[in-house]
């Protein structure tokens, strides 16, 4: 079973995304706080990484910063997900190493897709 | 709907309606207690005079005001969604104003980000005038480390009290956020409580770097190194170009502090700025900085 890491403070993006992914067969782990989701990330290795760039005490830019240095998260997809303009979105997710971007409100019909599509086959 | 004085309620109370009026914002940017604290203490927020709104014993509102001689800033204004277009912002703004009137306040600013027409256009309301846009900029860390700056000549390592003496000698006007008093108070955050992570770092103190070039051009910048971020970004041309000054002190800094991600905030868009974005930073946001008198 794949393992997806949400690093998302807002209760119902996490609920929502939650009840969008399990069904498709994904084991989701959640943290609410940009230095939560470093440690989890660390213990739990996860095959994917969904972070909301807006996070109450580092934000999402620094936590993907911080992955990136360790090896062991140098190919772990990263996705930004993120209320930013689209095109703030954008560039912010590719200059910190993402390896894509969602811009909120996201699409329920689509997001399984867009998931599946960046997960290691 | 009645306004009461922030005071009267935690930083945890605070900091979960403060986030719920940032939740569908256009730069969304919520904060935890920690953070929310370390924000008042360094900005000088007088909790005594900021409003909070409620409605049926709700909190559907809320704004800070700062103080610092006989000047006044207003922050962290919002209304929650279930609030919003009742006058609650009106009401806010109306009470901070007048709290900073009270205490003899000659001008109150505040920053609003680019493209927030909603509060733009209320701040107006109020007789604001916009002063000069500002810029919030980044820079991701370098992944290959840097060599010397080729035209470098000396560089001098300064503690918390040198970076002190150096932002009391800037002759423009910073913003709110970066004056010498925000800066000062930066000593005065209380240490956080150890979770066994390691993680997140508190630092208490500014550390600053004095760069001199082969061409006798000098410059200096003031900083705060945590284990993750570079943050209260300053830099200071004593002689030299600007901009190739700028991108000498910060390659400096940055061949100093390889690993962490640097954030700029509140700064003019001028010739520093460009020597910002040669070494390597990027606009996030601007705001505009505006001012009542």
């Known amino acids: 079973m794949k393992k997806i890491l949400q690093i998302e403070d807002h209760p119902a993006s996490r609920l929502l995304i939650e009840r969008i992914l399990q069904p498709h067969g994904y084991e989701i782990l959640h943290a609410d706080t940009g230095e939560g989701g470093i440690t989890l990330a660390l213990a739990e290795k996860p095959d994917l990484i969904l972070i909301d760039m807006g996070l109450?005490?580092?934000?999402?830019?620094?936590?993907?910063?911080?992955?990136?240095?360790?090896?062991?998260?140098?190919?772990?997809?990263?996705?930004?997900?993120?209320?930013?303009?689209?095109?703030?979105?954008?560039?912010?997710?590719?200059?910190?190493?993402?390896?894509?971007?969602?811009?909120?409100?996201?699409?329920?019909?689509?997001?399984?897709?867009?998931?599946?599509?960046?997960?290691?086959? | 709907?009645?306004?009461?004085?922030?005071?009267?309620?935690?930083?945890?109370?605070?900091?979960?309606?403060?986030?719920?009026?940032?939740?569908?914002?256009?730069?969304?940017?919520?904060?935890?207690?920690?953070?929310?604290?370390?924000?008042?203490?360094?900005?000088?927020?007088?909790?005594?005079?900021?409003?909070?709104?409620?409605?049926?014993?709700?909190?559907?509102?809320l704004g800070m005001?700062?103080?610092?001689d006989r000047r006044g800033w207003v922050t962290r204004l919002g209304v929650l969604p279930a609030g919003r277009r009742q006058g609650i912002g009106t009401a806010i703004m109306e009470t901070l104003l007048d709290a900073a009137t009270?205490?003899?306040?000659?001008?109150?600013?505040?920053?609003?980000?680019?493209?927030?027409?909603?509060?733009?256009?209320?701040?107006?309301?109020?007789?604001?005038?916009?002063?000069?846009?500002?810029?919030?900029?980044?820079r991701p860390p370098a992944p290959n480390?840097?060599?010397?700056?080729?035209?470098?000549?000396?560089?001098?390592?300064?503690?918390?009290?040198?970076?002190?003496h150096l932002l009391e000698q800037r002759p423009e006007r910073p913003n709110w956020l970066l004056e010498t008093e925000s800066m000062r108070n930066v000593r005065h955050v209380p240490a956080l409580p150890q979770d066994g992570s390691g993680i997140v770092q508190t630092v208490r103190n500014l550390s600053a770097l004095m760069v001199e070039l082969a061409d006798g051009s000098q410059g200096w910048v003031t900083y705060q190194a945590t284990f993750l971020q570079l943050t209260r970004i300053v830099v200071g041309v004593l002689k030299g170009e600007p901009a190739a000054v700028t991108a000498a002190v910060l390659h400096t800094l940055?061949?100093?502090?390889?690993?962490?991600?640097?954030?700029?905030e509140n700064i003019p868009d001028d010739a520093v700025w460009q020597g910002f974005r040669q070494a390597g930073y990027f606009e996030v946001f601007r705001r505009i900085e505006m001012q009542k008198s």
């Open chain 2, 254 to 264: 940055h061949r100093h502090h390889q690993q962490q991600d640097a954030i700029v």
């Open chain 2, 1 to 61: 709907m009645e306004l009461v004085p922030a005071n009267l309620f935690t930083f945890d109370e605070l900091t979960a309606a403060y986030n719920q009026t940032r939740v569908d914002y256009l730069v969304p940017m919520p904060m935890n207690v920690a953070r929310l604290r370390e924000y008042a203490l360094v900005y000088d927020v007088n909790l005594n005079l900021s409003a909070v709104a409620l409605q049926n014993g709700e909190m559907v509102g």
């Open chain 1, 56 to 121: 109450p005490d580092i934000d999402g830019q620094t936590v993907v910063t911080h992955l990136r240095q360790n090896p062991n998260f140098s190919r772990v997809p990263i996705v930004a997900i993120t209320a930013w303009p689209p095109e703030t979105a954008a560039e912010m997710a590719q200059r910190y190493g993402c390896d894509g971007c969602i811009v909120k409100p996201i699409d329920i019909a689509r997001f399984p897709a867009e998931i599946a599509a960046y997960l290691p086959r």
């Open chain 2, 102 to 138: 009270a205490r003899q306040a000659r001008a109150v600013w505040l920053e609003v980000i680019k493209g927030n027409v909603a509060g733009h256009s209320l701040f107006k309301k109020f007789g604001f005038v916009k002063t000069r846009e500002l810029i919030v900029g980044r």
């Open chain 2, 65 to 68: 005001v700062g103080l610092r």
């Open chain 2, 145 to 164: 480390a840097p060599g010397p700056h080729p035209g470098l000549k000396r560089v001098s390592y300064l503690e918390h009290a040198d970076a002190i």
